[in-house]
């Protein structure tokens, strides 16, 4: 008898092994869903593997049968997913679940089935219609009768619609005398509504595209060794048609693609290009679908009704069974990093999945990521580089003031928009263009201080300051989301001298009033933007022309295109310069480079005015020069320097509790024993006590992993973080690759 390795939601990170009854041989495959005796009751589990014998010594169970009603998992993602529960330290089961979204796991969520009505054969239809159209007491089921000998099926509310006369009592009658059938139906939930789009030709390529095209499709002929292509282009060289037609070759070749973009960058605007292109064979998911749609998107990827997938981090799981593409938009983002278990990062799980499954990936990115910089250089990925926008349009004209040399400001004045920057928006409303005024709340966030004591509020559970609402009077926290009432005096020494500093969203957007009264200004960061709708309506407002300012934080940066817009303002560069990581820099250059790319997309030439305290800071320099080349080639030579990823992979641990001494002492006791496991060239450091020491009342501890050839450490890691009990009150996890020691 063959064996089964089954996982249930209740072993965590075992298989249990099963035998398999012979009424099931050979109908059992890995990645089905099965039901298993397990303990006193009985489990549903995946299927992980299927052997001929097992290692178990004791007596096996057998495997009751295959959940019919459920969903399979495809099998070259049983294997990702273990790839990852391994890679990432994460239990195998968690992992497995993250490969189906919730709302087709729990089983609950049904399709949704209509009655639809149709005539139960044309002639007696026809005949009732003769014999009764006389006849007043039968005209509405007369009409009901017509109405379906033209409509085939239809149901109840296309039929009210259709007729004239309708009557539900008729309708039954009708379906009692077997002159009318009912059925019910499995309809879509249909996620793009009644809109429809023109559909769209490719464009002939430009030069720059037409090379990293036939790269493309030679990766996609399997003529390259390499499986995964960065491309590098900068903002508007023509990135997205090098996808379009990437996937259109893709599925020539009888196969399917994923399309992965940040879950922000995932607007109306991008999906509508997707869709002109290709039509009902795409599926999106995002974030707000309601579980109804992602079960019917999920099985029709899985019915291999769609073939191609756009959407956020979890998309990359899409069950297509012939993947051909995996195109990762805006590949260096964070948020392709999740942050919780399993801690992935789905940039580099794609390019796994690509290897799995033979299928081809590529980056697109207009400031890649210092890691896959780093593959491309070393050969590992293919490289195809963009260096012109599609219409040769000059990039915008960028200055740099200097705030430091601002004279210190008049009483009742403040001096946060620069003089040059004052006239630039001035200007702009003068001619009818727009401006975006860009910063970010968190290194703009508004404390209260006592000018008395020096008391600064914080809160009490987390070690950071709280952050000040004028509007709403509250002062919050935002790690725990704690909020009190704001302080009238001061709780530590009772003054009333109480300031504000720093200057959040809300405060440049009252300040934005005055200074260029009468501008028609909106604000958009995560306290205004409290659904999608909002913050399409905002953007609309601002593309149809209402709105001369629009102010905002990351929100703003990404991927809108505004013609109109001629000027950028970037109020504060410094931002994320001060926190103490390595990738500070990276960030603080990717994130210009992307606000710079908000200006001048229409045919007058942008400017961008980029107010600074650091103008000699490198990643300030480079981004407002343009010079990518400058910039990458300074950052990774201080990489390797510091022996930073990607010269080195990077495993950060970290432990919480709420008794500190218990904490340290676990954390040092671990990264003791990890110590054994690190060979030469790794490094298990600290513990120490994590940049942000305390979170919602629990202390933090730190112990970083550095080094090559971290496989061993990790399995070590892996087994004290899943099989071992840490003492009461302190918690552990590990994450793969952090992108932040926050
Ligand atoms: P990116 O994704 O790199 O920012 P896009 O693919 O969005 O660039 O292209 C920018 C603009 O140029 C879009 O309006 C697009 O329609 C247009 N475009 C792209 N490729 C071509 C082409 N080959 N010929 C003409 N217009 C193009
Ligand atoms: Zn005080
Ligand atoms: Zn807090």
């Known amino acids: 008898m063959a064996v089964a390795k089954v996982i249930t939601d209740v072993s965590l990170d075992r298989g249990f092994d099963y035998l398999i009854p012979a009424e099931l041989e050979g109908k059992i495959a890995v990645g089905m869903m099965v039901k298993v005796p397990f303990g006193r009751s009985f489990r549903d589990g995946y299927v992980l593997d299927l052997r001929e014998t097992s290692d178990f010594k004791g007596q096996l169970k057998l495997v009751i049968g295959i959940a019919e009603t459920r969903a399979h998992i495809p099998p070259d993602l049983v294997k990702l997913g273990r790839w990852m529960a391994d890679y990432y330290c994460a239990g195998c089961e968690q992992a497995i679940r993250t490969l189906l979204p919730a709302a087709v796991r729990s089983g609950r969520v ?227 990093k999740q942050s919780e278990a399993p801690r992935y990062n789905a940039r580099d799980v794609a390019v796994m999945r690509g290897m799995i499954e033979g299928a081809c990936v590529i980056l697109g990115s207009a400031t890649p990521s210092a890691e896959s910089l780093y593959n491309a250089n070393s050969g590992k990925f293919l490289l195809a580089r963009m260096a012109s926008q599609v ?146 309506t905002v953007l609309n407002r601002f593309r149809r022309g209402e709105l001369d300012i629009l102010i905002g934080t990351q929100m703003i940066a990404k991927g809108l295109h505004f013609p109109n817009v001629t000027l950028v303002g970037i109020i504060n560069a410094d931002q994320g310069l001060m926190m103490e990581d390595f990738r500070a820099s990276e960030r603080t250059f990717q994130l210009i480079t992307q606000v710079i790319g908000r200006a001048g997309r229409g045919d007058i030439r942008g400017e961008v005015i980029l107010q600074t305290m650091n103008p000699e800071n490198v990643a300030i320099k480079y981004a407002a020069t343009l010079d990518f080349d400058g910039f990458s080639a300074y950052d990774l030579e201080f990489r390797q320097m510091l022996g930073y990823p990607p010269f080195s992979h990077l495993i950060a641990v970290f432990f919480r509790g709420e008794n500190e001494a218990a904490v340290a002492a676990y954390a040092s006791e671990t990264a003791d024993q990890l110590r054994r496991y690190a060979h030469e060239g790794v490094t298990v450091a600290g513990p120490l006590p994590a940049p942000i020491e305390r979170i919602k009342g629990k202390f933090r501890y730190l112990v970083t992993i550095r080094g090559n050839g971290l496989k061993l450490i990790r399995e070590a890691l892996r087994v004290i973080a899943l099989h071992r009990t840490p003492p009461d009150g302190v918690d552990m996890y590990a994450d793969v690759d952090a992108l932040s020691l926050q």
């Open 110 to 336: 049904k399709p949704k089935l209509r009655k639809l009505y149709r005539v139960s054969d044309t002639a007696t239809a026809q005949s009732y219609v003769a014999c009764n159209s006389p006849k007043p007491s039968a005209a509405a089921k007369v009409e009901i009768v017509k109405c379906l000998l033209n409509g085939g099926e239809l149901p109840a509310d296309e039929l009210k619609k259709r007729t004239a006369v309708f009557s539900q009592s008729g309708l039954n009658t009708l379906i009692r005398n077997h002159i009318i059938a009912a059925e019910d139906k499995q309809v879509r939930r249909d996620v793009f509504g009644d809109s429809t789009v023109m559909p769209g030709k490719p464009l002939t390529p430009t030069p720059d595209q037409a090379a990293a095209l036939k790269l493309i499709y030679e990766m996609l002929d399997h003529k390259t060794k390499q499986h995964t292509l960065l491309l590098h282009g900068v903002t508007n060289s023509g990135k997205t048609e090098v996808y379009l037609q990437a996937i259109a070759r893709a599925l020539e070749l009888g196969g399917s693609a994923i399309v992965l973009v940040p879950e922000i960058s995932l607007t109306p605007q991008t999906v509508r290009r997707f869709r002109s292109r290709f039509g009902d064979r795409l599926s999106v998911l995002h974030s707000r679908l309601t579980d109804g749609e992602r079960f019917d998107e999920w099985n029709r990827i899985n019915s291999g009704e769609v073939s191609i997938a756009v959407g956020a981090r979890s998309a990359l799981f899409a069950p297509f069974r012939n993947l051909k593409l995996i195109i990762v938009d805006e590949e260096h983002e964070s948020s392709y």
């Open 391 to 536: 219409d040769d349009k000059l990039p915008p004209r960028i200055t740099i003031y200097d705030k430091r040399r601002d004279p210190p400001p008049e009483p009742g004045k403040s001096s946060l928009f620069a003089p040059p920057l004052i006239e630039a928006v001035r200007d702009r409303m003068r001619r009818g263009e727009q401006s975006i005024l860009f910063l970010n709340r968190r290194g703009f966030a508004r404390v209260m201080v006592c000018e008395a004591c020096a008391f600064e509020a914080r809160c009490p559970d987390c070690s950071v300051p709280y952050t000040y609402s004028k509007v709403r009077g509250t002062l919050c926290c935002h790690l725990c989301g704690g909020v009190i009432p704001a302080y009238t005096e001061c709780p530590q020494c009772g003054s009333d001298k109480i300031r504000y500093s720093g200057s959040g969203t809300e405060k440049i957007e009252a300040m934005a009033s005055a200074a260029f009264h009468p501008a028609r200004i909106a604000r958009m960061d995560s306290d205004t933007m409290r659904s999608a709708a909002d913050y399409e």
